[in-house]
């Protein structure tokens, strides 16, 4: 049984590009979450998925984030003309639709110069 | 929204004690977890208890809905135990999110 994976695991970019992030839930998980994490802080909500449908949005996710889950299957959240203030840990999770309890995979940290 | 605080931010502890984290929460939940990040950001869930007590090995938690509030027991702590534990709250309505306490550091010393 594997657990929630994310790719890649770092990544450093420079302010202005763009970087795209992927999400693999557990098998079966209807729904996904994205989360932002940023130093000394929990994890804040982004936006979450019930198959492939995007059900919630924070207004964390400014119109330079995209998130997709165009299968219902894998997810990727894409951040347009980064900016510093982006740094932070990107973590997806998963739950089944009649369960509320989520897993969390490894997180994705980026890094903008 | 729904607000999540937890204490105390910060716990130094010998290796054998025992100890008590509290999360307390504004509102009524359908779901509570407890976290606990390791040093490379991965979230270990140590439980699913939106209401009641369950034991896990050196770890128990106990959430009084009612009152809302949570508290996880950590018995005779390990170094291994360092680390920040959450606790994330999911609220009736709030949708599925899980909104997020700022976490209790817990460095355990040999």
């Known amino acids: 049984d594997t657990g929630v994976s994310q790719d890649p695991r770092h990544k450093i970019t420079k302010r202005g590009q763009n970087v795209t992030f992927r999400c693999d839930p557990i098998?079966?998980?209807?729904?996904l979450y994205w989360y932002r994490q940023t130093l000394g802080q929990g994890p804040e909500f982004l936006t979450y998925?019930?198959?492939?449908?995007?059900?919630?949005k924070s207004r964390l996710l400014s119109d330079r984030f995209s998130a997709e889950r165009p299968k219902g299957s894998f997810s990727t959240l894409e951040i347009q003309r980064t900016e510093q203030g982006d740094s932070a840990m990107y973590l997806c999770?998963?739950?089944?639709?009649?369960?509320?309890?989520?897993?969390f995979g490894p997180g994705t940290r980026l890094t903008v110069t | 929204g729904i607000q999540v605080e937890q204490n105390p931010p910060d716990l130094i502890l010998q290796e054998g004690a025992n100890s008590t984290l509290r999360c307390n929460f504004s509102?009524?939940?359908?779901?509570l977890q407890w976290f606990h990040q390791n040093p490379w950001g991965q979230l270990i869930n140590l439980f699913y208890?939106?209401?009641g007590t369950k034991q896990n090995g050196r770890l128990s938690a106990t959430t009084v809905a009612t009152e809302r509030y949570s508290l996880l027991y950590i018995s005779s702590s390990q170094t291994t135990d360092s680390g920040v534990y959450f606790c994330?709250?999911?609220?009736?309505?709030?949708?599925?999110?899980?909104?997020f306490g700022g976490g209790t550091r817990v460095l355990v010393k040999p």
């Open positions: 509102d009524s939940v359908n779901n």
């Open positions: 998925f019930q198959n492939e449908a995007q059900l919630e």
């Open positions: 999770a998963s739950s089944l639709v009649w369960s509320y309890e989520q897993y």
């Open positions: 208890i939106p209401s």
């Open positions: 098998s079966e998980h209807n729904r």
């Open positions: 994330a709250v999911g609220g009736k309505a709030a949708g599925n999110k899980l909104t």
